[in-house]
Every structure is written in structure tokens, then in C-alpha cells.
């Protein structure tokens, strides 16, 4: 019989460990805070680290993963910032174009989202999801898309990655945080030159772009097309031919099925041994893009405390306040915490003892949830 663990059960184990959830799991949070302002009870807890907390030491286990600073090129090709796979310098080196894209079953398939070295999938009003998928792979292209508007807190997931923002127009909201990120509009002057609509869909769902025109529109907006010099990377990744492997780490357990939990699109993702990924299932139904079934090879459900703005449906999600979540890869979840590195630093993972996870080479589907949906989510045993 396959075991159902319910991650109110889990909390209830780990009770210290997830307090941030079991605070907020259940509790409706409205604010009628400013555009400045998160919407939370609190003040975010800002969180800096200048850099892992190696000490000077070289962490243990490190020989098993890749730090930032082994990054080098090699015969043409260079370690990915997004996957930790070797790619050619001509992706590896430039900005990934982080694209916003509509999870409306009008809008089906996703096109270019097969590419995307990460996805982040967060809420956004009427119960609905989009997804940001951040693309280095995307020269031949000629559809990425379809293209929504922007959300807050998208901007900040965009900057971890030093992206360059794809998105066709914005939330009232959201629109003042535009300024924090490079970022290309389809309401703005180089719309026409950045995006295209179609005739086999209705609008708003029609609005696409291709690699040529991020690439052009990059040049016409004189942003860089490299990272900055400043950028370190985000993830620790599994070295060449080594797992990341979950098994006898703190709180482990098996994960066969998980479930964020999503209301409209039901969304989950169920490991399958012989390849070593989770494949992606909504709408009862596989989860296609464009070139295919989608899959992840590891998955992060990250709980975020939010709220809305004064009395609208727009969701504030406060990606900044150190909270709970879990890790899953080869078919094993373990607890997290999340921390982030100041307003625009990347976001890192801990286990239970504060080791900073280690993720299997391949693509990363992280899953935004309120905390207050945080009893929705299942972890569904082998």
C-alpha cells in the first residue's frame, strides 16, 4: 500500500524546523499596504550573505559538487549556471531571457518551455498560474511563448538569475519594480520588435516572441548580453558522472508523487526510475510543451507568506522572508529552508542541518506556494 504523507503530518514531526509554515499554514493575510510595502504582517527579514559560508574551509562534500569559482571553459563549452551541464560558452557566458508565459488552457502548449534550464510556476489572481522559464538555449526558436504580463515578485526571481525580463505589459502593481530589472515589454516602444501575434490562438493568449527577436531587442535596448562580472551563480550542482542523492539526510522521505497543490490546474509531478525524472502532469492530463512531455530533474517547493493589494484579487508574494519548503530528487524529498541573499540576491535552499542542497544536474521546476495553502501540498510515498 503506498504511504500518503500530508505535510501538516511532516510539520508536526519537524515542528521547529517549520514553524514559518505552521504559523502561516490556514490564515488569510490581507493588506492594504502601499506598492512599496510586501504584503505581510511584518517587515520582511532581509537576510545577507555575502557569499557561502564556507569559512575559508572547503565545505564537506564539496569534492561531490561543482563550487562557483570552478567554472571554466573547456574546448568551446562551459558549465551552466542553470543546469550545471556543460554548454556552449556562446549560451553558458550570455543572460538567459527569463519568460513569462501563460498556463491558461487556451494558450496550450507552452512553446520554448522545454528549454528552460528553470521554471518558477507562482500564483497569480483568479486561482491561476504562470510560469517564468529561464532560457539560455533559445537561437533557433522561432516561438517562446505564449507571453503574459508581469507580477511583482516574478521581477525578483528574474534578477536572481541576472536574466533579462520577457513580459507583454504589467500589473499596476507590479509596474514600479520594473525598474530593478533589464527587462523587454511588450506595451512599450520595442514591442513591435520583440513580439508577434498569432492567428491559431485568441488574444491575449496569441503574443509570442523567438530567440532573433530577444536578440535584437537586447541590442536596440544597449543591454548587456553577458552576465555581469559580479555574478556568481546560483546553484551547487552534482559533479560530472555523481548523484545528488537525498538518502539518510535529515527528514527524508520517499516521493513517488508530488503535489503543489495548485486549485485550477491541479498540477503534479510523478518520478519515474528509469530516466531519473519527475514528469509533469495538469489538467488530468500530461503536461505538454511544444517539444514534448515536460520534465524536471529536481523540484523545490518553496512557501512564501503573502497577501493582496488593499481590496484587489492581485497577489503580493513575499519572496524575501526566510520561510519552509522541500527538495525532491531520485524519488526522495527532504525539509528546506530558504534564505535570500538581500533584496536582489539569489535565493539558497538548506537542508535541516543548513548544508545549502545540492541539486542533480538537469532542469529545476521551483513551485511557489502561499503558506497558507501549505496543507494542500502531498508528498505521495512510493
Known sequence: MRKWFRWMAVMTAAACFMAGCAREAGVEVTSTAAVETPAVTTEPEIIIHSERETDGVEPDGAGDYYLPEEREEKDGMIRSYLTGKMVPVSQGNRRPAAVMMSNDKEARPQYGI????????????????????LIEDYDDLERIGSVRSCRTYYTYFAREFDAVYVH?????????????VDNINGLEGIGTTAFYRTKDKKSPHNAYTSGQ????????????????????GHYLFARDGKEASLEGRPGVMDAGTVKPGYAMNQA?????????????????????????????????????????????????????????????????????????????????YYDQEHNEVVLN??????????TKDFAKSEIIGK
Request: proline share 3%; glycine share 12%.
Open 213 to 232: 527577436r530577444i536578440t535584437e531587442s537586447i541590442q536596440k535596448l544597449g543591454y548587456a548580453p553577458d552576465y555581469d562580472a559580479s555574478y556568481k
Open 114 to 133: 522545454n528549454r528552460a534550464g528553470v521554471v518558477y510556476e507562482a500564483p497569480v489572481e483568479g486561482g491561476m498560474n504562470r510560469y517564468m522559464s
Open 361 to 370: 544536474q538537469g532542469q529545476t521546476w521551483i513551485c511557489i506556494i502561499s
Open 268 to 348: 503534479y509531478f510523478v518520478y519515474d526510475s528509469s530516466d531519473g525524472l519527475y514528469h509533469r502532469y495538469q489538467y488530468g492530463g500530461v503536461h505538454q510543451g511544444d517539444e514534448g512531455p515536460i520534465t524536471a530533474r529536481n523540484v523545490i517547493f518553496q512557501y512564501c507568506q503573502s497577501g493582496f493589494y488593499a481590496t484587489t484579487d492581485y497577489l503580493n508574494i513575499n519572496v524575501h522572508t526566510s520561510d519552509c519548503g522541500y527538495f525532491m530528487t531520485g524519488g526522495k524529498a527532504v525539509p528546506i529552508s530558504w534564505e535570500k541573499d538581500g533584496e536582489f540576491g539569489v535565493t539558497r
Open 168 to 180: 507583454f505589459g504589467q500589473s499596476t502593481f507590479a509596474k514600479p519594480y520594473l525598474n530593478n
